[in-house]
């Protein structure tokens, strides 16, 4: 029986083919470029299927197989590398043809020659694949864990949409005649339209809470101001054409809507947002209690669309919180499924809620 998967799945396996292939991680810069004075040698790889754990290491340009400590297989790195183009090769093409799942006939013999018997690796952490490497300027050997994220399909998103990040701000200014003006808008851009007649109404918008206790303590765990913050940003994206963090981010570095003290010039929101953007990758749920702990990941392995990989990890964490805020923006989800958008009232105040979703930009 043929293995079947979407674009995501197959860039699983193009990466553990790619990094084994390439022998070294490269780190990323903040807008998606190689550093090339920062490369890991990758000693190898960590897979765990479901027949047991596999260990894919790397010597002198032959890939080891093993398992429980028993040698199964060796093949050259070129076999990988020629591998890997294959599955590039098949994914863009299947990109192309608009195939949203597909079988690669080719790669599948190779991957049941390694011992791979399916595209996702068995983890009960968000770890997509885990690799150890060298780091020359500490001697070290850490085991660093990634989820893949691959930039050959539809960008993905961070920050998943539900009614749990939902921001509700109470409405001041406008008769009942007018709420009923607003919740009338309706067209593509309603949301945009509706919170602009507000304001040209009269209305004013004033943070109450958000909706989701769970996420607001979740937030207030990482920065007792960040919900007050995050409100700020969330208006200001239906407010206005921005939608990338820095861009919204900036505006309220400029605004300073907390009223920071800023003569030292402190990017008190930046500072902030970046914490936040760290913790929702590498753990943080909206609707789940978050104790700051880690999980496993650690970090990202970007696929670009070109193919070439990218590590972004806390092992390098500066440079893993400026990708994060550099390649996200807000998004727009579903007013109908995630309850938003339409003004409201509740025990003789008018309300109006607003959903905070994050992406990538690619």
């Known amino acids: 029986m043929s293995i079947k998967g979407n674009i995501g799945e197959w860039s699983e ?15 990323g810069g903040e807008s998606l470029e190689k550093l090339k004075d920062v490369v890991y040698p ?24 093993t398992s429980n400590g028993n040698k199964l297989l060796d093949l050259p790195v070129t076999e990988f590398a020629k591998k890997a183009q294959k599955t590039l090769k098949k994914i863009l093409e299947n990109k192309k043809q608009k195939n949203t799942t597909f079988s690669i006939p080719e790669i599948e013999s190779f991957m049941r020659q390694i011992h791979c018997k399916s595209l996702k690796a068995s983890s009960s952490q968000k770890t997509d694949i885990t690799i150890v490497i ?12 990634f ?19 939902n921001f509700k701000y109470k409405v001041q200014g406008l008769s009942n005649t007018q709420i009923l003006e607003v919740n009338a808008i309706e067209n593509p851009k309603k949301l945009l339209k509706r919170v602009s007649k507000i304001k ?11 909706i989701n206790n769970v ?16 409100s700020e940003i969330v208006l200001n994206f239906y407010s206005t054409n921005s939608s990338t963090l820095t861009d919204l981010v900036d505006e309220l570095e400029e605004l300073n809507p907390i009223g920071f003290d800023k003569q030292n010039k402190h990017l008190f929101y930046t500072y902030k947002v970046k914490k936040m953007l760290t913790d929702i990758a590498l753990g943080l749920t909206p609707a789940k209690v978050w104790t700051g702990k880690y999980d496993a990941t650690g970090g990202y392995l970007i696929v670009k669309d070109d193919g070439e990989l990218l590590c972004y990890h806390l092992y ?23 309850d938003f958008g339409e003004l409201y009232q509740e025990s003789g105040n008018v309300y109006f809620n607003l959903n905070f979703q994050i992406r990538f930009l690619r």
């Open 13 to 27: 396996i193009y990466t553990l083919l790619k990094v084994l292939s390439d022998e070294n991680l490269y780190a």
């Open 200 to 210: 040209e109404l009269g209305g004013t918008f004033e943070f109450e809470r958000i």
């Open 316 to 338: 390098n964490k500066n440079a893993f919180e400026d990708y994060l805020f550099s390649n996200t923006k807000l998004d727009t989800a579903s007013t109908s499924r995630y």
């Open 42 to 65: 990758v000693l190898k790889v960590l897979r765990t299927e479901s027949t047991g754990e596999f260990e894919y290491s790397l010597n002198q340009n032959v890939v080891f197989i």
């Open 147 to 165: 989820s893949i994220k691959s930039q050959l399909g539809n960008p993905s998103t961070l920050l998943n949409a539900g009614k749990a990040t």
């Open 134 to 145: 060298h780091d020359e300027k500490t001697n070290q050997q850490p085991v660093l864990g």
């Open 215 to 230: 996420f607001s303590n979740n937030l207030i765990l990482i920065d007792s101001l960040l919900p007050k913050i995050v």
